[in-house]
C-alpha cells in the first residue's frame, strides 16, 4: 500500500523521515510518496485533503479536524523555540508603535495559519497589516525595507543576528511565560479515511523512525544536508537538537495538554472555530 506524504524539507523533519521513507526500519508493507513544501503550502495541501499523512501547523490543524486526526510521533513541541518577531530598525524595540491602536507596521509572516501568526495574534493584536511570505524569504525583505517587521521560524532562528537583524520579541518565551507549557508548533497527522489499522501502523513507524534517527543521528546527514538550503552541518544539528525531543517521539500526557490548551485558548479568542471532534489518533 502507498500513501502520500507531506513534510518539509528543514532539518527537523529529514531527520525524523529519513529512516521510514529510505526504508531503514521495516515499514510493514507501507510504502510513501513524498512531497517536500514549505509549512504553509502543506497547511493549504491540509484543507483541500489532498495528503494520507501531512506536517502542518497546529493553528492549520484547528480548521482541518474533521479531516485529519494527530499523530503522536513526529511533531515538533518544545522549550525555546518559538517563533521570533525581528526587525531591521532598532527603534522599534519596545516601540509604542507595536501596541497602538491601528499600528501601521507591515510585519511579514510566513503563512495565515501558522501557530506563528496565531501567537503574534496573541501578543500583539493590533498588528494587522500582515504580509505571507514564505519563511526563507523575510529576512530579505527586512534587509531591503519593504516590511518593518518579520515573524521567522525555522533556520532563520540561527542566521538573522548574522545579517543584522534584532529581536524585538521571542514569541515562545511569551508562551511559556503564559501558560508553563511547551510550544505546539506543528504535528503529524493522518487522514481520518484511512483504516484504523493503517492509522496506527504509521504511528509506529514514525515513532520507530524517530528512535532511529536518536540511535543513529549522522545516519540520514546526506538527505538532510540535500535539503537544508546549503546549511552548515553545525546549524543543521542545533536546528534538530531543538525541534526533536521527547514529544516528537511521542506526545504523551504533557505534549497533548499543550495542545489541548493552545486550542481551548484559541477558540476563547474566536481564531479558530469550535472543535468538537476528537483529536488523536486512539487506540481503541
Not at 543543521?236 to 517521539?249: A, E, G, P, R, W
Request: net charge negative.
Amino acid at each position: 500500500m502507498k500513501l502520500s506524504l507531506g513534510f518539509s524539507p528543514c532539518p527537523n523533519d529529514t531527520f525524523i523521515f529519513d529512516a521510514l521513507i529510505h526504508h531503514k526500519i521495516d515499514t510493514e508493507g507501507l510504502e510513501f510518496e513524498v512531497f517536500f513544501d514549505d509549512v504553509e503550502t502543506l497547511n493549504q495541501k491540509a484543507l483541500r485533503s489532498e495528503l494520507d499523512i501531512t506536517k502542518l501547523s497546529f493553528h492549520a490543524f484547528a480548521h482541518v479536524v474533521e479531516k485529519y486526526a494527530l499523530l503522536d510521533s513526529g511533531s515538533a513541541l518544545g522549550f525555546g523555540v518559538g517563533p521570533l518577531l525581528i526587525c531591521e530598525n532598532e527603534d522599534l524595540i519596545g516601540s509604542a508603535r507595536l501596541t497602538q491602536k491601528d499600528s501601521t507596521l507591515s510585519v511579514a509572516i510566513p503563512g495565515e495559519l501558522t501557530t506563528a501568526n496565531f501567537l503574534l495574534g496573541i501578543a500583539f493584536p493590533n498588528l494587522l497589516n500582515k504580509q505571507v511570505m514564505v519563511f526563507s524569504e523575510i529576512q530579505d525583505a527586512l534587509l531591503n525595507h519593504s516590511i518593518d517587521l518579520g515573524l521567522i521560524i525555522h533556520e532563520n532562528r540561527f542566521t538573522y543576528t548574522d545579517k543584522g537583524l534584532h529581536k524585538i520579541v521571542d514569541l515562545g518565551s511569551y508562551w511559556e511565560e503564559l501558560t508553563g507549557c511547551a510550544i505546539p508548533l506543528g504535528g503529524i497527522v493522518i487522514n481520518r479515511k484511512l483504516d484504523h489499522e493503517i492509522q496506527l501502523k504509521v504511528n509506529r513507524l514514525i515513532r520507530k523512525s524517530v528512535e532511529f534517527a536518536f540511535q543513529n543521528p549522522k545516519s540520514g546527514i546526506d538527505f538532510i544536508a540535500a535539503h537544508a538550503q546549503e546549511m552548515e552541518e553545525a546549524v543543521m544539528y542545533k536546528h534538530i537538537d531543538l525541534y526533536v525531543n521527547k514529544y516528537s517521539v511521542d506526545l504523551g500526557t504533557e505534549g497533548r495538554k499543550a495542545i489541548d490548551i493552545l486550542f481551548k485558548m484559541a477558540q476563547e479568542k474566536g481564531i479558530i472555530p469550535e472543535i468538537t471532534q476528537n483529536l488523536y489518533v486512539t487506540n481503541s
